[in-house]
């Protein structure tokens, strides 16, 4: 199957109603037609989004889909081209330095300095925000993360899980309103992404509003809602649930080792959107169940072994990213 080609599907319903209306201040985020061009490059295309406060929204999509430009968009970081809304009660475009002191945003660099010790990153982030008490508060936030004992090690020396961490201290130092996790857990254990989502979740319940890009299945579902992007559109909005259910897939799983030979026929069957192994499992999804099924018989496997099973968020990120246009959104 050719995934090399990226067209862009017609839009999903995303979650737009009468809660749009810029004033509603159940909302941390309230933008809409947000548009941004790097040179003639269209990157961020009409995205309209809202985000209620303390909700952990999860942006995802290909490599250089625009996650990354409108998260910095929306906290005041870019300029947009055009767009309207709010973002924290405030004007996107006209009181972004207002937005940006009340944003914490943590990059996947992590963004510290090596030279310095945990408490002397956050103490010299303290200054950079001007806190009063800073002291109390970078005490306050070493105990929060559990970074006390270790607050006299230096940042350069810390494994991904602790650098991570002190990231997050640093980002949430200043209590902001709205936190942006641009790829937060790239490259650390399983053991350290779990508390670290935890954390997020503490956050989000004391009112903390947060966007995050991932390429991770299992933090898209963590996450209240989600929003798909490709070519720089938002072509999908809703919960992981919402999701699945919007865009129609259908999926078939086989209890079989698959040879690569089988995979290979299946992909070439008519209908057949992707067909991959996991472990001892096949799985094919397409839009429509007849032709399935047909592939299924093609495709000379045992038909008894195989039942329609409810489609993963990752076959639906799969199909968004599939060339195969015929196969979009049918009814
Ligand atoms: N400052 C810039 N100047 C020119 N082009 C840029 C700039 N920032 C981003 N781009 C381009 O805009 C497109 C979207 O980039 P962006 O970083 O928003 O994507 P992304 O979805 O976050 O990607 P990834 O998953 O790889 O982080 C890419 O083609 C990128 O090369």
Not at 210 to 224: F, G, N, P, Q
Not at 258 to 264: A, D, L, M, P, V
């Amino acid at each position: 199957m050719n995934t090399n080609s990226k067209p862009n599907p017609s839009p999903l319903p995303t979650k737009q109603n009468a809660e749009q209306n810029p004033e509603n201040t159940n909302y941390a985020i309230n933008v809409h037609n947000l548009n941004k061009s790097f040179g003639t490059k269209h990157v961020v295309q009409n995205v309209s989004i809202e985000v209620k406060k303390g909700h952990i929204t999860g942006f995802l999509g290909p490599n250089g889909s625009g996650k990354t430009t409108t998260l910095r968009l929306l906290c005041g970081l870019l300029t947009a081209d055009s767009g309207e809304g709010k973002v924290l009660g405030l004007n996107f475009r006209k009181d972004r330095e207002q937005i940006k002191r009340q944003t914490g945003y943590m990059t996947q660099k992590f963004s510290l300095y090596d030279d310095l010790s945990i408490e002397e990153n956050l103490v010299f982030m303290a200054r950079i925000h001007e806190l009063p008490n800073y002291k109390d508060k970078v005490n306050i936030t070493l105990n929060r993360l559990k970074l006390y004992d270790r607050r006299k090690q230096l940042a350069g020396t810390l494994s991904g899980g602790w650098k991570q961490r002190l990231a997050l201290a640093t980002a949430t130092l200043h209590n902001p309103k709205l936190l942006l996790l641009d790829e937060p857990t790239a490259g650390v254990d399983p053991k350290a992404r779990r508390d670290f989502w935890d954390e997020i979740h503490d956050l989000a319940t004391g009112g903390l509003t947060v966007l995050v890009s991932t390429h991770y299945m299992d933090e898209a579902e963590r996450c209240h809602d989600i929003g798909y992007i490709l070519n720089g559109s938002l072509i999908a909005r809703g919960s992981s649930e919402e999701i699945i259910k919007q865009s129609k897939l259908i999926t078939f799983e086989a209890e079989c080792e698959g040879s690569g030979e089988t995979i290979k026929t299946l992909q070439q069957q008519d209908g057949v959107i992707s067909a991959s192994a996991f472990g001892k499992r096949l799985h094919i999804s397409g839009l429509d169940r007849d032709k399935l099924l047909k592939a299924i018989s093609n495709s000379h496997t045992d038909k008894n072994r195989w039942s329609e099973v409810e489609s993963s968020l990752e076959d639906v990120f799969i199909y968004f990213m599939t060339d195969k246009k015929d196969h979009r959104y049918s009814e």
